[in-house]
């Protein structure tokens, strides 16, 4: 076992620091939740019974059931925040298992990244060596990160801050603190949405063997796509890994989904004739 308890800790202090920003998410994601329908299981099958869970959180009802619940949220004050997290939504788990996907994953990965971005600056030699006992290139600080396993005992502890900040607070009132972010991030997908897919030219027969190679090198990668120039270093890296050599590079990418600004980050880290 490795000691990597120093970035834990580190891990630890920048989720503490991010902590108002992890409420103002969580607060966002809970924009629309009241509108839910309240479902019991039935023969099996979660039906609805009636009401919006914000018709009985308003009601001062319970949301969540003991048939269908997680243990480590039950107890709830009805109509909260955490009994809303605990009730069952209709693909028969609880809505707390989309929070975690959407919220506490996302989020938690970033603070991890943090972490390892103010590990490399500050303490450059420790962030050597410790990405050379996970195995991992100390300049990929994903891969780093996702070797070193912090993300999992973080998520723990994220959800543990929320829950605090918002579990016994009424649905509607969270619903309410986080709409204005809500609606920023609904233009922001929005936005996203709009640009148009990058155009991919047909490739040359010769290069069918490094397309295959780099198109399940971006799939393993992790990155986001199309590939924005902020994640070109972790794009390469997923490329060379995969076998790719340097000088293949600018005549494979213009066949990836990448941006171009990707391309140019990428191809001007390549070594010169």
Known sequence: MFDVDWMGLLAREVLRERTPALIAE????????SDRPHLRRRAG???PTGPTLGERAAGGLPLSSDDGGRLDLGDAVPGSFQDALNALAADGGVHAERFDDEVLVPFVHDTCVAAAERARADRPAAWAELADDVGEDGADLAAV???GEWEGPLRIDAEQLVL????????LEVESEGLPLSLVRAAEQATRAAVPAPVVRAPDDSLAGALFLARAAV???GCTVPVPAAEADLLLAALADAGLEAEELPAVLPHLPVEDGTIARITASLPGD
């Open 26 to 33: 969580s607060c966002a994601w809970a924009v629309g939740l």
């Open 45 to 47: 099958l979660p039906l």
């Open 145 to 147: 990160v996702r070797a």
């Open 164 to 171: 605090a900040a918002l579990g016994a607070q009424p649905l």
């Open 219 to 221: 799939e393993a990668s």
